[in-house]
């Protein structure tokens, strides 16, 4: 799969790096570029360029910002006093789309996860340790995935946290909202039921 | 779905400008190139910008290079008096994969279809014209697609192209290389019992 262009080669690389993208997909996306004006293509890159240069971390709760600090922890509508805590920035954005969480959050970038060789020293818990101890802070959500290694990073940090007195707190288990309790698992199921609320 | 951060709403949506890449995709391509170091997003953008630059059309057989004349057409151990006309840059490569074809090529850029408003203005037929009354060729073999649109193509071209004394001829319809006849449609059946061989 060869065109002897050097230049497309090139480009048809650069696409198949990204994830999820393989070499035929590659092809059609580059001969897409190519197809369209040249500004487009300099639209492109520009936004490339900008994106990586201009987005880092937060310096308060590690989620993605072009600003020093995010909107979220800018914004002193917020309860600074809870922090959830949460994988990746991508789960920022799901719970501000409940528009139910008023506080602020911290994003982990991963999970303890010792298969793949993430401990605890490769996810920003040192920075939220530190918010811990200067900030004034009343709980602490650990909101992280419901999977084994998402249970070990929220138990793992909470053992950290409540020595300092601060009351830590798991997202609730159970069935989803418009789910069907004929294909849920057994262990949904379990902890919907453990689970259960007076009404 | 959005992130409050202006450079990564544009970064997401120069990714799902492209075919086939929806939002969702496009903001797992997004982050993707964040995670990245600054160095390879500089290196994608300089691959967009060159190959958009530098790729123009062959003056020649109207594919793609990055040269005045591409390889093939420049190439004097090839046969420059039959002309391969195929739809578009990606069939002249699948025609160089058998390795049996020692002509040259010419790129018709899409092929007649008015029901999507494209004439035969709009293909490089002007420029095959401009071809074959100035070079001496002495056959034209018809590559486009066997559909309605690539059928008519080949016999717009063969009419044009047969009244100057140059051979015109089509590729085979048969059953495919290790097909299966049961599961061969019966167009493709009646084709292939229509120009069969003595053995």
């Not at 799969?1 to 990204?18: A, K, T, W």
């Not at 789910?179 to 849920?184: I, P, T, W």
């Amino acid at each position: 799969m060869d065109y002897n262009i050097v230049p497309l080669n090139e480009l048809i690389s650069q696409f198949s790096r990204l994830p999820g993208i393989g070499k035929k997909t590659a092809q059609r996306l580059a001969f897409n570029i190519l197809q369209q004006p040249e500004e487009n293509a300099q639209k492109f890159a520009e936004a490339l360029i900008n994106a990586r240069k201009q987005i880092h971390l937060c310096k308060c709760c590690q989620s993605l910002t072009d600003r020093e600090l995010c909107l979220i922890c800018d914004d002193s509508r917020r309860n600074h006093s809870v922090i959830c805590v949460v994988e990746s920035p991508k789960d920022v954005l799901a719970f501000e789309r409940t528009k139910e969480f008023n506080g602020v959050y911290h994003v982990l970038h991963g999970i303890i996860s010792p298969l793949d060789g993430i401990g605890p020293e490769h996810l920003k818990i040192k920075e939220l340790m530190a918010r811990l101890s200067c900030e004034n802070i009343t709980e602490i959500i650990m909101a992280t995935n419901p999977t084994v290694e998402g249970e070990a990073t929220a138990s793992y940090i909470s053992r950290l946290v409540k020595p300092m007195g601060i009351k830590v707190t798991r997202l609730a288990y159970g069935i989803p909202v418009g789910g069907d309790l004929e294909y849920a698992d057994e262990y949904t199921l379990a902890r919907a039921l453990e689970g259960r609320n007076e009404i």
